[in-house]
């Protein structure tokens, strides 16, 4: 990998407590899930590097807090511009630890980038309110105030944007941040730390803690400090994490996972919904938390839709995100093949026919985009996130089963759907129990857009003018005596 970048003090092997590059007492092996070598190792920080970054974040808070907006939006317009100039480093360095394929990889640099400076922005616009009580003899103003040390902790299938959607926001409120990165994809987290240095971000406002989960985020959860936990991940993890900060009433922001359904209605302009649901399926190898996972097509139009996504599932490329012409990844390791391959053979036995691709256990990581017809509620597929290029496509006939199979499950991140009737567009759109609709679109992930679930799927919102609320707290001063 050192040899791929232009760069190469971007892969970091150290851990960043305090502002300062630093070991801990073991190593841990990060690997390429393509070919399955060791890129390099990280320290295998614990609680004590964990407090250490923490008592480092509190110290910093007071003269962070004070910053002028201007000079915060500046560092973030920084971080922003050094996270473009070295975007071909970071996109490889992404590709060795996480498999996406390079192009892909570039695309979330980008899309990372772009909450620095949607946040840059954003810090200048941190309003308060003021009015008349209601008595008459005083004012009462609405200050909004950092919440003060913060925590993080990030999922390794968007290295870096999920990095990024919760540092950045934190920074332009005022708030200091200790991230705990996977530990399958550390290497992102390090360069965007040595990026946000040389960008100017003081002492102990950014810490990467790398390390072994349970130790780190239960430091993190623990320490009164600590104010609040941002967490994307998987909904088993934030719940524990939930329940870890009930001692200390924490406040969380919590991304979980979804169950995303994606409806084409037979009023669908055929085009759009298979490029919208190759977009939201095969995207990093189906291993995001808004793939569509159920594709619930309507009587009149399933076969031509059938025929349509197994031909363009047809044309991927499957193979190591470095080489030329791969649109398609290896999954991030074994257990995540495993599980594409458990759902499809549960489908199989209960009736689903495949129509394009097929997997088979112990054929190692790359799993081929597969469609199957004929799946149905009963299967695994339909019940649990595949998080892997598996299609599997539900057939219905009234536009009511649609959406009762649709909000039948106890997630509610994203959905999608396809109609050009404007009538069904406000009734489905509205009936949908998501925290995000995609109509006519299989993307609902951009800087400027609120990014969050309802039900099992989480709590707050990130990204957008909502996002920097989640590291604001509301002051009332009362002015009395007037
Ligand atoms: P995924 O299915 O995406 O791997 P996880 O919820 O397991 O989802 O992982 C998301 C993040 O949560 C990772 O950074 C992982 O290391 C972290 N994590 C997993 N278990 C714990 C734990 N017990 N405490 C704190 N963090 C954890």
Same mark, same amino acid.
């Given at each position: 990998?050192?040899?791929?970048?232009?760069?190469?003090?971007?892969? !970091?092997?150290?851990?960043?407590?305090?502002?300062?590059? +630093?070991?801990?007492?073991?190593?841990?092996?990060?690997?390429?899930?393509?070919?399955?070598?060791?890129?390099?190792?990280?320290?295998?920080?614990?609680?004590?590097?964990?407090?250490?970054?923490?008592?480092?974040?509190?110290?910093?808070?007071?003269?962070? !807090?004070?910053?002028?907006?201007?000079?915060?939006?500046?560092?973030?317009?920084?971080?922003?511009?050094?996270?473009?100039?070295?975007?071909?480093?970071?996109?490889?360095?992404?590709?060795?630890?996480?498999?996406?394929?390079?192009?892909?990889?570039?695309?979330?640099?980008?899309?990372?980038?772009?909450?620095? =400076?949607?946040?840059?922005?954003?810090?200048?616009?941190?309003?308060?309110?003021? @009015?008349?009580?209601?008595?008459?003899?005083?004012?009462?103003?609405?200050? &909004?105030?950092?919440?003060?040390?913060?925590?993080?902790?990030?999922?390794?299938?968007?290295?870096?944007?999920?990095?990024?959607?919760?540092?950045?926001?934190?920074?332009?409120?005022?708030?200091?941040?200790?991230?705990?990165?996977?530990?399958? %994809?550390?290497?992102?987290?390090?360069?965007?730390?040595?990026?946000?240095?040389?960008?100017?971000?003081?002492?102990?406002?950014?810490?990467?803690? %790398?390390?072994?989960?349970?130790?780190?985020?239960?430091?993190?959860?623990?320490?009164?400090?600590? &104010?609040?936990?941002?967490?994307?991940? $998987?909904?088993?993890?934030?719940?524990?994490?939930?329940?870890?900060?009930?001692? %200390?009433?924490?406040?969380?922001?919590?991304?979980?996972?979804?169950?995303?359904?994606?409806?084409?209605?037979?009023?669908?302009?055929?085009?759009?919904?298979?490029?919208?649901?190759?977009?939201?399926?095969? &995207?990093?190898?189906?291993?995001?938390?808004?793939?569509?996972? *159920?594709?619930? +097509?309507?009587?009149?139009?399933?076969?031509? @839709?059938?025929?349509?996504?197994?031909?363009?599932?047809? *044309?991927? =490329?499957?193979?190591?995100?470095?080489?030329?012409?791969?649109?398609?990844?290896?999954?991030?390791?074994?257990?995540?093949?495993?599980?594409?391959?458990?759902?499809?053979?549960?489908?199989?036995?209960?009736?689903?026919?495949?129509?394009?691709?097929?997997?088979?256990?112990?054929?190692? &990581?790359?799993?081929?985009?597969?469609?199957?017809?004929?799946?149905?509620? $009963?299967?695994?597929?339909?019940?649990?996130?595949?998080?892997?290029?598996?299609?599997?496509?539900?057939? @219905?006939?009234?536009?009511?089963?649609?959406?009762?199979?649709?909000?039948?499950?106890?997630?509610?991140?994203? $959905?999608?759907?396809?109609?050009?009737?404007?009538?069904?567009?406000?009734?489905?759109?509205?009936?949908?129990?998501?925290?995000?609709?995609?109509?006519?679109?299989?993307?609902?992930?951009?800087? $400027?857009?609120? @990014?969050?679930?309802?039900?099992?799927?989480?709590?707050? !919102?990130?990204?957008?003018?909502?996002?920097?609320?989640?590291?604001?707290?509301?002051?009332?001063?009362?002015?009395?005596?007037?």
């Amino acid at each position: 990998l050192q040899t791929r970048l232009k760069d190469p003090s971007l892969l !970091r092997t150290q851990a960043f407590v305090g502002g300062e590059w +630093v070991d801990a007492g073991g190593t841990i092996e990060v690997v390429d899930p393509a070919t399955g070598a060791v890129i390099a190792t990280v320290p295998d920080c614990g609680a004590a590097e964990t407090r250490a970054a923490i008592e480092a974040a509190d110290k910093a808070f007071p003269a962070w !807090r004070r910053t002028a907006p201007a000079e915060r939006a500046a560092i973030l317009e920084r971080w922003n511009d050094l996270i473009l100039e070295n975007a071909d480093d970071l996109a490889a360095i992404m590709t060795a630890e996480q498999g996406k394929p390079l192009a892909e990889a570039r695309g979330e640099v980008a899309y990372g980038a772009s909450f620095a =400076k949607w946040f840059a922005e954003e810090a200048r616009r941190i309003y308060g309110d003021a @009015f008349t009580g209601p008595t008459g003899d005083r004012r009462i103003l609405v200050l &909004r105030e950092p919440v003060g040390v913060c925590v993080a902790i990030t999922p390794w299938n968007f290295p870096i944007a999920m990095i990024t959607r919760k540092a950045a926001p934190a920074f332009a409120a005022g708030c200091p941040i200790v991230l705990k990165p996977a530990d399958l %994809t550390p290497f992102c987290a390090l360069a965007l730390a040595a990026l946000a240095e040389r960008a100017g971000i003081p002492k102990g406002v950014f810490s990467v803690v %790398t390390g072994k989960a349970a130790p780190i985020g239960g430091e993190m959860t623990g320490n009164e400090t600590v &104010r609040k936990l941002s967490f994307t991940g $998987s909904t088993p993890v934030g719940r524990l994490l939930m329940e870890q900060s009930a001692r %200390t009433l924490k406040r969380l922001s919590l991304e979980l996972g979804g169950n995303a359904p994606f409806i084409v209605f037979d009023d669908a302009d055929l085009d759009q919904a298979v490029a919208g649901a190759m977009a939201s399926k095969f &995207r990093n190898a189906g291993q995001t938390c808004v793939c569509a996972n *159920r594709i619930l +097509v309507q009587d009149g139009i399933y076969e031509r @839709f059938a025929e349509r996504l197994a031909a363009e599932a047809a *044309r991927l =490329k499957l193979g190591n995100g470095f080489d030329e012409g791969v649109t398609v990844g290896p999954l991030i390791n074994d257990a995540a093949a495993e599980k594409v391959v458990r759902h499809m053979e549960d489908a199989l036995a209960k009736g689903a026919k495949l129509v394009q691709g097929g997997a088979e256990a112990g054929r190692g &990581r790359l799993v081929a985009p597969t469609v199957l017809t004929g799946a149905d509620t $009963s299967m695994l597929l339909a019940n649990e996130e595949t998080f892997g290029p598996l299609a599997p496509l539900i057939r @219905f006939g009234a536009e009511e089963e649609a959406i009762a199979i649709a909000n039948d499950t106890p997630f509610g991140l994203a $959905s999608y759907f396809y109609t050009r009737d404007i009538g069904r567009a406000w009734r489905v759109g509205e009936a949908l129990e998501f925290g995000m609709v995609g109509l006519n679109t299989g993307s609902v992930s951009m800087e $400027s857009a609120p @990014f969050g679930g309802v039900k099992q799927s989480g709590l707050g !919102r990130e990204g957008s003018a909502y996002g920097i609320d989640e590291y604001l707290e509301i002051k009332a001063l009362h002015m009395g005596g007037l």
